[in-house]
């Protein structure tokens, strides 16, 4: 899988769990992916103070983005 196609499967993994975040007053963008294989994402809105968001990002963010890219190691919540 080319960066390319990588960006772009991480971004319709972001497309599958928005509607989640959004739900809640929340949102997710995507800041960079580092050598394929760490994604950097900022939670956004109430996601921001939410105790439950490194959670969210791993049980919910890391897994989908996973599904779409298995070679993805990590994924990091910038502040």
Do not use: H, W
Request: net charge negative; proline share 3%.
């Amino acid at each position: 899988m080319t960066s390319e196609e990588i960006k772009i499967n991480v971004e319709k993994a972001l497309d599958e769990i928005r509607p989640f975040l959004e739900s809640d007053g929340g949102n997710i963008s995507l800041i960079s992916i580092e050598d394929d294989k760490l994604v950097r994402v900022q939670l956004q809105g109430a996601c921001v103070g939410c105790s439950v968001n490194q959670m969210t990002l791993k049980s919910g963010v890391e897994m989908t983005i996973k599904k779409y890219v298995p070679q993805i190691e990590q994924v990091i919540n910038v502040e």
